[in-house]
């Protein structure tokens, strides 16, 4: 039972995982495409991505380790297309900007690096950051109490 996002992609999810996504998503056009990307790609693809590839830095800073490479564009298009279509035909969704789309895919990354579901920080259904953002790094804001005692 598996569903294509669209007709163009070979990007597939599960029936189930459509309707979980779906259903957690409040009609928020951000809330569905993290779940989505979840589903899409995996924790280590997030994990030893750049992301979005948009900062240029590691030339300069001589990183050393593997080079990250952007996410998949095929599939970040994709999702980019899927959300904005499922958005507009249903009025009642939220629709995200530009911007809002770019972040909650280096959000997914930044989570899958520390080692985190990307999910998980969906705390009672409210992400506590949602709307604020703070000038502090996220990090700042992981270490400050947010280990849940859970462990990885």
Known sequence: GSKQLLN???VYITSK??????????????RLLRYLIRFVFTTDELKYS?????RKRSVQSG??????????PV??????????????????????SEEQI??????AVGHARQGRAVGT????GN??????????????VFNRGMQDGSGD
């Open 8 to 10: 163009n992609y070979p």
């Open 17 to 30: 995982q459509w309707d979980e996504a779906v259903n957690s998503s409040k009609k928020d056009g951000r």
């Open 50 to 54: 750049c992301g979005l590839g948009k």
């Open 63 to 72: 990183e050393t380790g593997p080079e990250r490479r952007p996410l998949d």
């Open 75 to 96: 599939k970040v298009t994709c999702l980019r297309e899927f959300i904005r279509m499922h958005c507009t035909s249903n009025p009642d969704w939220w629709m995200p």
């Open 102 to 107: 770019n972040k909650v895919f280096s959000d």
């Open 121 to 124: 920080f969906l705390h009672n």
């Open 127 to 140: 992400s506590y950051y949602e709307g604020t953002d703070h000038p502090g790094s996220q990090d700042e």
